[in-house]
Every structure is written in structure tokens, then in C-alpha cells.
């Protein structure tokens, strides 16, 4: 028989172990969180027992590990797509990435200097880029801009108004 994941089939040993091995080279990519692991066997029909069990066996060998998911996911979303910590937050809920975890490592990972010298930049580069722009709409769209790359309304305010924009 060649259908080898179908849900209502058990795997074999052997099956079970070319599962093991994708889900390794999966998680050895990039650092995974359990739900992106979970989904992925999902998408490969594989049955809640067997997800279940490979989760455990990715746990125990190292390869799935929730802190170092949060602080890569964080790390990379701060520094490489310069998201703010609303954001950032958000994102990791979606991954059920626990409360203290998330908080732990927005206080771990960020530096308050260089996140608040990092929203500087970015809220002065948006504002400087809409030069054809009356000062109040430039104001509020580098505020809107601001708030969807996560970062905290009076935060971002208070940049603003620091600029003594024109």
C-alpha cells in the first residue's frame, strides 16, 4: 500500500521513522514553535496520536524548544522587520506561546535604549518620506504607520512630538 499517512492508517515503524527524519530537517531549518510542527503533520494527514508522538520525540531530542523559538521569533522580528513590542506579542500568542514567556523575552531581547532609538528612526524616516504631505496628514500616517508595526500609541506620541515637526 503507498499511501503512508493516511489518517486512518497506523504508520509502521519505518514510516514513522521517515516522519521523524522530515520533521527534524522541518525544525533544523529554523526554530519552530509546537504549532507550526503540529500544522505541518496536519497538512500531511498524520493522525492527533502519532503528531502527538513525534511532538514528544522532537521535545526530547532538542530540536523543538519553545524558548529558543522566543527568542529567535523575537529577536528576528524586532531587529530584521523592526516590529514593536505589540506586535511582536501578538504574533507569539498566535503561536500559544505562554504569557510570562512572552513577556520575559520582549524584557530579555529588547533593549528599551535601542527599541526607543529604533522607533525613532523608523517613525522619522516614514514622516520624512511623505515630504508632498501637509504636517497634520503626515503626522497621521506616520501615527498609523507606527501602530501597525506594533508599537504603543503614546510611545509613539510622544517621538512626535519630540521631533517639533513642522
Not at 526530547?60 to 528576528?76: C, Q
Amino acid at each position: 500500500m503507498q499511501v503512508l499517512f493516511h489518517s486512518s492508517i497506523f504508520m509502521k515503524e519505518n514510516d514513522l521513522n521517515r516522519l521523524l527524519e522530515k520533521m527534524r530537517s522541518f525544525c533544523a531549518w529554523r526554530e519552530r514553535s509546537e504549532i507550526e510542527v503540529r500544522n505541518k503533520l496536519q497538512t500531511l494527514n498524520v493522525n492527533e496520536r502519532q503528531v502527538g508522538q513525534v511532538i514528544k520525540q522532537l521535545i526530547d531530542e532538542d530540536y523543538l524548544n519553545e524558548d529558543r523559538f522566543v527568542a529567535s521569533f523575537t529577536g528576528g522580528r524586532f531587529r530584521l522587520k523592526k516590529w514593536g513590542k505589540m506586535k511582536i506579542s501578538h504574533a507569539l500568542r498566535k503561536h500559544n506561546i505562554k504569557e510570562e514567556l512572552i513577556h520575559n523575552s520582549l524584557h530579555d531581547m529588547i533593549d528599551e535604549e535601542v527599541y526607543v532609538e529604533s522607533m525613532k528612526q523608523l517613525a522619522f524616516k516614514k514622516y520624512s518620506s511623505l515630504s508632498d504631505k501637509d504636517a497634520y496628514t503626515r503626522k497621521a500616517l506616520t501615527l498609523r504607520y507606527m501602530y501597525q508595526k506594533g508599537y504603543e500609541p503614546n510611545e509613539v506620541e510622544k517621538i512626535l512630538q519630540e521631533f517639533k515637526l513642522d
